[in-house]
């Protein structure tokens, strides 16, 4: 089962990481973080248990275990299955301590709140390398009838005694639609008796891995040109269904090893499970993804690593939470390359470890500007976000020389098995605890 490293183990902990060797060799995908984090929060509406098979291995999953215990439902998580049988009488509160240590704690509420009529809970934790707004979970909320009222520490939201009902709510934000409200509506829709629309909805996979774990549940939800509908109020089965490969980890085995000019074949996962925007940009840059016949992605490289201008969107364009890693890749490339962030107002708390590690990188408002290749040399490095992090692992792994990089706590938070993956490819990495 996933434990939690204690605070102070997500402060001290250090990795030690020799560089400059080529990484190649055969790894599976796990399943992904980000889906599974949603189909958790989902798996509380079922009348019956329901069994998520391929579940991340990394912290956040055990946190949202806890959480979802504290609400009274019964969870277990062994060997990446991880069984949720919910209560008739649910306790209607997100836990606050373990409610501000992930992304998803709205669309968490927004389950409870589904079911119960009613729910507190803290404001949002998980990475912090921008303003994140929940103002259109709020939204959906109340379009279900909900009173919400926000406090100094975190929200409360109360329905008649009806609870929730059948509503109509935009989910769109300056920075296009949003992914965690579009997955909060549906689930209060799932629970009110009517059809539910969604207008702008985000498309992205987990919106729709959601969308089709309720749809096998007996909701019946559907897109069109209006938006997304979901007709809830029933009873909703439950039953086994597989989170689907991470995406954003196969990103980054595939520009870790491009990085240090090796290859990878990846297993649990396919070109068409990988968003156009980031093939393009894989390809740009001088590598070739191909499905093998055994199943699975191999890498190609066509000579050195080459400069491009990529930005990142909505599904299917280029996955925000792939950009850091992107960056990292991109010192060793030939040029200057331009990486625009256009899903936050900014994402470039990975800048500065690389500019340490000898980086020629810049930001310019939400453009980051890459100029390589460039010699990366060991050093001592801090990140304090997932994505980061791993840009600066990536970066290490490229340098001459030995770096220690602090913060890798939040790598666990969404890789489960990310340095034991790099070691088999060929990396020499040390893991110190208690390091200060």
């Known amino acids: 089962m996933t434990t939690e490293p204690t605070h102070e183990a997500m402060d001290t902990t250090l990795v030690q990481v020799t560089g400059g060797h080529p990484l190649s060799g055969r790894l599976p995908v796990q399943g992904s973080k980000n889906i599974a984090l949603h189909l958790y929060a ?28 504290r609400t009274g439902a019964q969870v277990t998580f062994d060997d990446g299955r991880f069984t949720v049988s919910s209560p008739s009488d649910i306790c209607p509160a997100i836990h606050p301590a373990l409610g501000r240590r992930v992304r998803t704690t709205a669309v968490l509420a927004a389950a409870v709140l589904a079911r119960t009529g009613q729910v507190a809970f803290p404001y949002p934790g998980g990475d912090a390398f921008c303003p994140r707004l929940i103002d259109r979970h709020l939204a959906a909320m109340q379009a279900a009838g909900a009173e919400v009222i926000a406090g100094d520490t975190g929200i409360r939201a109360l329905c008649g005694a009806r609870g929730v009902r059948a509503f109509t709510v935009d989910v769109n934000t300056p920075y296009g639609p949003s992914l965690g409200a579009t997955v909060s509506a549906m689930l209060l829709a799932a629970r009110a008796h009517g059809t539910s629309l969604i207008t702008h909805p985000s498309i992205e996979p987990e919106v729709t891995e959601t969308a089709r774990f309720l749809a096998g549940r007996g909701v019946l939800v559907h897109f069109n040109h209006e938006g997304l509908h979901v007709s809830g109020g029933g009873w909703i089965a439950g039953g086994t269904f597989a989170v689907a490969g991470d995406r954003i980890e196969a990103a980054t085995m595939v520009m870790a090893t491009a990085a240090t000019g090796g290859t990878v074949h990846l297993d649990n996962i396919t070109t068409t499970d990988l968003p156009e925007g980031l093939t393009h940009a894989l390809s740009e840059a001088g590598i070739t993804l191909t499905d093998t016949p055994s199943g699975g992605v191999r890498t190609h490289l066509h000579g050195p690593l080459r400069a491009i201008e990529a930005a990142t969107g909505p599904h299917p364009g280029l996955p925000t939470d792939t950009a850091p890693q992107l960056a990292a890749m991109l010192t060793q490339a030939d040029g200057a390359s331009l990486i625009g962030e256009h899903v936050y107002s900014r994402r470039d708390t990975h800048v500065q470890g690389l500019r340490a590690l000898g980086g020629d990188v810049t930001t310019t408002g939400s453009t980051i500007r890459v100029r390589g290749p460039v010699r990366l040399r060991g050093t001592q490095v801090e990140a304090a976000d997932i994505r980061a992090v791993t840009a600066l692992l990536i970066a290490a792994l490229a340098a001459d020389g030995t770096s220690t990089i602090r913060g890798m706590f939040h790598v666990r938070r969404g890789y489960g098995h990310l340095l034991p993956n790099l070691a088999t490819l060929g990396a020499e990495i040390t893991t110190i605890p208690g390091g200060h």
């Open 42 to 69: 989902a798996a509380l509406l079922a009348d019956v248990p329901v069994v998520l098979t391929s579940a991340p291995d990394i912290i956040d999953t055990g946190v949202c275990a806890q959480i979802l215990r």
